[in-house]
């Protein structure tokens, strides 16, 4: 993805901001029975090497 940029003027520039992802509630991901799935198979699902 090529990074985008922005020029503003001087007057434009925000003062302030507002942090979105301290109010988003993440879920946890799910297994295939709908239940919350543990570190261990969280770790054998990013893991590039296991074989899926």
Known sequence: MKPKSFILA?????????NILA????????GPDGQPISPDML????DPGHGL
Not at 43 to 46: E, G, Q, T
């Open 10 to 18: 001087k007057d434009e520039i925000p003062r302030q901001w507002y």
């Open 43 to 46: 770790a054998l699902a990013l």
């Open 23 to 30: 109010d988003i509630k993440m879920n946890p991901p799910l």
